[in-house]
């Protein structure tokens, strides 16, 4: 996975709730933990922010995905993103797309915007976005 030059400010903790801005079949996320990311202190949890993959849980959708763990891309968070030249940017709402083990999208569309840094590191990922920030 590659790095971005921006400074994300990591706010999404466990237990925060996103929802889903893809036509996967679910509709919010509770965010169990961040994947591939550890505190180096005891009894620390680790933080998520855009452009994390994270495991959670489906609250909202169908069937299918219901009460079951899935792994979720950050691509929407409400805290200040600051990029490399100054720019500050901040969404309206924490949002997520669920992708597979091979980091592959299971939708086919985006709703809303996605920050710049997500596509920087799935590329597959920008495929599918209707808008990029």
Known sequence: MKGVASH???TLV????????DNSGA???????????????????????VGDII????????????????????I????AIRR???????F????????GDDNLPIGTEVKGAMAREVVERFVKVAGVASRIV
């Open 92 to 99: 309206e709402d924490n949002a997520g797309i669920m992708i």
């Open 14 to 21: 466990p237990g925060a709730m996103l929802t889903c801005a």
């Open 55 to 74: 495991s959670a849980s489906v609250k909202k959708g169908t069937a299918t995905y219901l009460k079951k763990p899935v792994r979720v891309v950050v």
């Open 27 to 49: 509709y919010q996320f509770m965010m169990i933990h961040v994947i591939g990311k550890t505190d180096g202190r005891h009894g620390k949890m680790s933080a998520a922010g």
């Open 76 to 79: 929407r968070q409400k805290s």
């Open 84 to 90: 490399a030249n100054g720019m500050r940017l901040k």
């Open 8 to 10: 994300i400010t990591k």
